[in-house]
């Protein structure tokens, strides 16, 4: 049986977009509605066009985009919203992202850890059941991005523009547009402060410090769907500054 048909937040999420281009509907994500600005939006019409570039992307960089989307559901989790983390910690083991998981089996992903907290979060266990589970997702991704290798500084790049176009998109004149594009700059911006860290250039503290105040421009709390969104020139400028700084002296 595929993960798809066990679990019930995928399956729905997918039902419900099937549902919409049926009838013709609009996707959450295009309407400026702030009575639409906290919905989710689990299947955002650009990811067909990211899963196409996904299938030319280096491996390392791969896992870090697959990273950023288990760093948000970590936060979100851990801010009391697993509704909104459920998505984000199931994306390593999506079927709907398969081509993200190509010949990383061979870096040592465990996906039986995502499943599991998955059927977890699905079926409403204690958090102190969970979080045992989170703290081993953690692990694995931070092993994949050892493992995987790459330049750090190509790296952080790819994951700064990334954060530009995905913080674009959840933000729209001041409101938070779709969830899932705010939360996941939020997740890859931990990656490229994480991924900073292991930086042996003499521009090393200048970006770890520059990415520190990237992730700040998120509430302290989480990147959680009703927070009050930093604006969009902000961020894109502080992620600017975060590349200028990989080629400081």
């Known amino acids: ?22 009838c013709g509907g609009e996707s959450e994500e295009a309407s400026p509605n702030p009575e639409n600005a906290t919905a989710t939006n689990d299947m955002a ?8 570039k996904m299938e030319t992307l280096a491996v390392e960089k791969r896992v870090a985009f697959m990273s950023g989307h288990v760093e948000a559901g970590l936060a979100l989790y851990r801010a009391g919203a697993p509704d909104q983390a459920a998505k984000h910690l199931l994306h390593p083991v999506s079927e709907t992202h398969a ?4 010949g990383i089996d061979a870096l040592g992903f465990t996906a ?3 499943e599991s907290v998955s059927k977890s979060l699905d079926e409403g266990q204690a958090a102190s059941e969970i979080e045992p589970m989170l703290q081993k997702a953690e692990a694995n991704t931070a092993l994949l991005r050892k493992n995987a290798g790459g330049d750090p500084t190509e790296i952080i790049a790819y994951l700064m523009d990334t954060v530009i176009e ?23 911006s931990i990656v490229a402060w994480k991924t900073a860290k292991t930086l042996q250039s003499p521009s090393a503290e200048g970006t770890v410090k520059a990415l520190e105040a990237l992730v700040a ?3 302290e709390n989480g990147p959680l769907a009703d927070s009050t969104p930093t604006v969009v020139s902000d961020v ?4 600017k ?4 700084s990989l080629s400081a002296k």
């Not at 679990?7 to 729905?12: A, D, M, N, Q, V």
């Open 1 to 22: 049986m595929s993960l798809q048909a066990k679990t019930p937040l995928l399956h729905l999420a997918l039902l419900t977009t099937s549902l919409l281009v049926a």
């Open 45 to 52: 019409p650009h990811d067909e066009h990211s899963e196409h």
């Open 99 to 102: 081509t993200e998981r190509a």
């Open 112 to 114: 039986d850890v995502f």
């Open 166 to 188: 995905e913080y674009s998109i959840g933000v729209t004149d001041g409101l938070i547009t779709d969830p899932g594009e705010y939360q996941d700059a939020y997740g890859f």
């Open 217 to 219: 421009l998120w509430p």
């Open 236 to 239: 894109v400028a502080q992620a």
């Open 241 to 244: 500054k975060v590349t200028e």
